[in-house]
């Protein structure tokens, strides 16, 4: 079946390192996206990709950095300067077009102690 | 004003109850989505509508292109129902997500 896969699902991390947080994705979709949601907050940009070797900052992407070597994965890493790290992370893909939707991964949930 | 606005913000239910929760938006879009989130838990897609109405068990979800406007109906609720659910659109002119703040549903046994 095809799907996204986002590992691990809980992910706890000591403050100040870096931490990367897996999607790989077999749908062939161009598109992949990071988003990152605070509790009781709404889901909110971070990086996205449309084509591999290429990627554009979202809305919040100050302390994060992304790769997009290959169609299939698109890892998000989370750095030392990302000042409130502690949050659910979600990836996402679309396939470029009007009629198509998103798919979503599960979800990783990083907690930095 | 929120480009994708849903209602209510929180909504408390005894079991069995028929819910509706409502997402309304102001741009133009090629898709919505409803997902749905437990407490503490992972994202999982419902459905995703671009007309129409689409159905899922006890899940119901409709969609007024004119109006703007979807709504996610809940029949015969269970305290399992108990969630954050989240509607998003896809933006029409860059395909990007716009996504509503969810609500919060609570079912009580």
């Known amino acids: 079946d095809g799907g996204i896969t986002q590992s691990p699902k809980y992910l706890f991390r000591k403050e100040g390192q870096n931490v990367t947080l897996s999607c790989e994705q077999n749908?062939?979709?161009?598109?992949m996206y990071w988003y990152r949601q605070d509790p009781g907050q709404g889901l909110r940009l971070i990086y996205y990709s449309q084509i591999v070797n290429d990627f554009q900052k979202g809305d919040i992407a100050e302390g994060y950095s992304v790769s997009r070597e290959k169609k299939e994965s698109f890892p998000l890493t989370v750095t030392s300067a990302q000042k409130n790290p502690t949050a659910f992370y979600l990836c996402?893909?679309?396939?470029?077009?009007?009629?198509?939707?998103?798919?979503f991964g599960s979800g990783t949930r990083l907690t930095v102690v | 004003k929120n480009e994708v606005e849903q209602s209510p913000q929180n909504l408390t239910a005894q079991e069995g109850e028929f819910i509706t929760i409502n997402c309304s938006y102001s741009?133009?879009?090629?898709?919505l989505h409803w997902l749905q989130q437990h407490p503490g838990g992972g994202i999982v897609s419902l459905f995703m509508?671009?007309?129409?109405?689409k159905k899922h068990g006890r899940l119901i979800a409709t969609i007024n292109i004119q109006e703007k406007h979807s709504s996610l109906h809940i029949t015969a609720s269970h305290p399992r129902d108990s969630a954050v659910y989240i509607c998003?659109?896809?933006?029409?002119?860059?395909?990007?997500?716009?996504w509503g703040a969810g609500t919060k549903l609570i079912i009580k046994p």
């Open positions: 996402a893909t679309a396939v470029r077009g009007v009629n198509y939707g998103y798919t």
């Open positions: 509508l671009s007309s129409g109405k």
């Open positions: 998003a659109v896809k933006s029409d002119s860059n395909y990007q997500l716009i």
């Open positions: 741009v133009g879009i090629s898709a």
């Open positions: 749908l062939n979709h161009d598109a």
